[in-house]
């Protein structure tokens, strides 16, 4: 039935933080550990995952599932981690208000040793003011001023990457004869989930590829296809979008659904409650796109993303391939509760409906 073909890239969003995505007391307590995600990127790459990709958050939301108390840092752990990986992608994130963009600029080529070319680089221009405002390094800054300083960052890190001295006074950063050696070999891609407007722009004019959420099928399809317009429009034809998925599969539909119910009947709501306090106190609450999934997660109690793909490996799988083939997805990012044994379920079951569906991935000749 299915006649085009796509070719997508498969990641995983590590679970750094404990817990996962899943903001309950029910659901699996991941430990936010470096062994643990080692086994998790291990597995990755043994699956035939492209790459594994982690987020930074510096603060918890308490509760009794003390959700996300416990988080590693993202770029120590991606260099760890290409260490102990050989041929999977290793992405980490910074946030560019706090890092300044000459130390990620060594942290980088670093990393790209290590891994040999396998580091990507996820930019956050915002998050909460409380996440960074804990240790003072938040920016009183309102959205569009988080993008321009986004922007300077990028145009300072890439002049450090390709020139032997830099000098630059900018609106937010001064640089005087500044020297960053070694470079990368390999140029980083960088990739940004802005999905406000200003964010899009940002994502879509200066870096390789985009992040995507989407609150539904339709939604996704209808986020996808203006992330690609923009991108033209730009001519941006290399640009690659990624869209996230949170996916819980079950042997059955009946059991992938009985499972959510049962993560939702431990629901955390005091850890909701504090995420959603925290995103709410952005002055600049109405362009915080990602503030408004959270704060809307929390009013309907729900322990994990409303948009979550929940079922049997052959019916993720034929949601999955309708979302990538009409949302034109270049990649996916998946979410699941258990990384080992559903991670294992994705990287085979899943993979091999998607390929029946159309939808072909390296992880498919695993
Ligand atoms: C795949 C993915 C990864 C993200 N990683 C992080 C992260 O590590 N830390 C963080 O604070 N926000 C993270 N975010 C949130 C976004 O970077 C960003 O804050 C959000 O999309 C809002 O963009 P906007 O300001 O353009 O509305 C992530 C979002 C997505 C979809």
Known sequence: MQVSERHVELGVFLPVGNGGWITSTTSPQLPATYDYNKQVAVLAEELGFDFALSMAKWRGYGGPSRHWDFTLESMTTMAGLAEATSR??????????????????KMA???DQISKGRFGLNLVAGSNPVDQGQMGLWRDLDH?????????????????WSEERVDHAGEFFRLE????????????????????????????QHCTGSFL???????FVKTGRRAKEVAAELGRTDFKTYGLFTIVPGATDKEAQERVAYYNAGVDTVALDNQTREYASDPSLKQNTMANRFIAQG?????????AIVGSPE????????IIHGAELDGI????????????????????GLHDGGVMCNAYAH
């Open 109 to 111: 080529a670093v990393i």
């Open 88 to 105: 999977i992608g290793v992405w980490g994130t910074v946030h560019t208000m706090i890092f300044h963009p000459a130390v990620v600029a």
């Open 333 to 352: 990012t998946v979410i699941v509760p258990d990384f080992i044994d559903d991670l294992r379920t994705i990287g085979t079951a899943v993979v091999d």
């Open 315 to 322: 019916t993720i799988a034929r949601k999955l391939a309708d």
């Open 299 to 307: 009013e309907q109690r729900n322990s994990m993303s409303p948009a």
């Open 177 to 204: 004869d500044c020297m960053s050696n070694p470079k990368p070999e390999h140029a980083p891609p960088v990739i940004c989930a802005g999905a406000s407007d200003t964010g899009f722009r940002f994502t879509a």
């Open 213 to 219: 959420l989407g609150s539904n099928r339709d939604d």
């Open 144 to 160: 569009g001023g988080r993008y321009r300083l986004a922007e300077e960052w990028l145009t300072v890190i890439r002049r450090l």
